[in-house]
Structures are given as structure tokens and as C-alpha cells.
Antibody, heavy 121, light 106 residues
């Protein structure tokens, strides 16, 4: 039974970089794609992107110029960096597991509890 | 991007009712559609994938149907635990997008 837990600051200043970490337990980190999804009252649920520890990434074009995802396999953690944030980036950020690697199964079968990030000075 | 439109946005129902939620895609997505349930303060929970496949552990009162551009989520007999918000998500092509949600309330 996989478990995901997001962590990071709840407040980020405008124009700075948002950095979040997701810790994975109970499952094989290398056998899945891992994703970040955010949810805000204004834009609803928004897929940010996914990555695999082997380096395969895919980002939402609306955010790709500002997003980086990476992993630290030794600690079973993966991270999200979002640069030059504005108030529009205020949201609950979730990490999630893509259901199956190697098949067209880009739905999300396990989620973290989410972390609320506010962008404000 | 493919736009996903859910209707209705809010649905009032009673325990025991049969409930149907519709999700329409702005272009054909074959059967690459998932449904999620979300309760306040919680993450979404996967119910249905590939339009009609029930995720393991999800009660059989939930069912999904459709292909192409029109899809439905049906709850055959609404239970107290089912009052929540439901979202569809396509995964036909990048970027994956979600519908705006349907809140099922008493």
C-alpha cells in the first residue's frame, strides 16, 4: 500500500521559487511515474506534470517554462520547483502516482493529502 | 488543450436515489477517462478508469460509461458516504485536464 506525503513551506513570496517535496513509502519508487497536481478555487484541478526517476519528464505547457521535477531515489523523495510565482499559483498541491508505467494509464491511483501554498508578500 | 465540461455543477439528491453525472470532452478522447470522488479537505480518490473500469475497492454501485466525447458516472443507489464532489479527467493526450466538478449534496 503506497503512501505519499507532501512537505514544504505554506507561504512563498511573489517572484520567488516554490519548492515542495513528496516522500513515497510502501511501494517501488522506480516502477512508476510520479506526478504533481494542484487545485485552486479559480482554476480547479490542474495537472502540473510527471516524471520518472530515469529522467523521463512531461510538463503541462502552461507551466513548463517555470517547472522542474526531480527525484532523490536514495530517500524515496521527489520534488517540485516552480519559479517566479504569483498569486495565481496559490493552491493546494498534491503529489500522486500514475497508475502504470509502460501503459497508456495516465490516471492517478494514489494521492498525498496535499499541502496548501499561499503566494503573498 | 482538451476541455472537459461536467454537468450539472451541483446536484441535490436523497439517499437511495439513482444519480447520473455527465462529462463532455471538447474532442474525442476514446475511452481515456477517469472519475474521482473528493470530500472536503481530502485528496481526490480514483473511482473509475478507462471510462468504465471500477477501481479495486470501489463499491459496485458506482459505474461509468461512454466513449468519444460523452461520458457518464452513475451511482445506482446513493449512500450517505457518497455526498461529495466528483471530477472527470481525460488522459487521451497531453496535457491531461480535469472537469470543473459536480457537487452532490442533500
Amino acid at each position: 500500500q503506497v503512501q505519499l506525503q507532501e512537505s514544504g513551506p505554506g507561504l512563498v513570496r511573489p517572484s520567488e521559487t516554490l519548492s515542495l517535496t513528496c516522500t513515497v513509502s510502501g511501494d517501488s519508487f522506480r516502477n512508476y511515474l510520479w506526478s504533481w497536481i494542484r487545485q485552486s478555487p479559480g482554476k480547479g484541478l490542474e495537472w502540473i506534470g510527471y516524471f520518472h526517476f530515469g529522467g523521463n519528464t512531461n510538463y503541462n505547457p502552461s507551466l513548463s517554462s517555470r517547472v522542474t521535477m526531480s527525484a532523490a531515489t536514495s530517500t524515496r523523495q521527489f520534488s517540485l520547483r516552480l519559479t517566479s510565482v504569483t498569486a495565481a499559483d496559490t493552491a493546494v498541491y498534491y503529489c500522486a502516482r500514475v497508475a502504470h508505467l509502460g501503459a497508456w494509464s495516465y490516471y492517478f491511483d494514489s494521492w498525498g493529502q496535499g499541502v496548501h501554498v499561499t503566494v503573498s508578500s | 488543450d482538451i476541455q472537459m465540461t461536467q454537468s450539472p455543477s451541483t446536484l441535490s439528491a436523497s439517499v437511495g436515489d439513482r444519480v447520473t453525472i455527465t462529462c463532455r470532452a471538447s474532442q474525442s478522447i476514446s475511452s481515456w477517462l477517469a472519475w474521482y470522488q473528493q470530500k472536503p479537505g481530502k485528496a481526490p480518490n480514483l473511482l473509475i478508469y478507462e471510462a468504465s473500469n471500477l477501481e479495486s475497492g470501489v463499491p459496485s454501485r458506482f459505474s461509468g460509461s461512454g466513449s468519444g466525447t460523452e461520458f457518464t458516472l452513475t451511482i445506482s443507489s446513493l449512500q450517505p458516504d457518497d455526498f461529495a464532489t466528483y471530477y472527470c479527467q481525460h488522459y487521451n493526450s497531453y496535457p491531461f485536464t480535469f472537469g470543473g466538478g459536480t457537487k452532490v449534496e442533500i
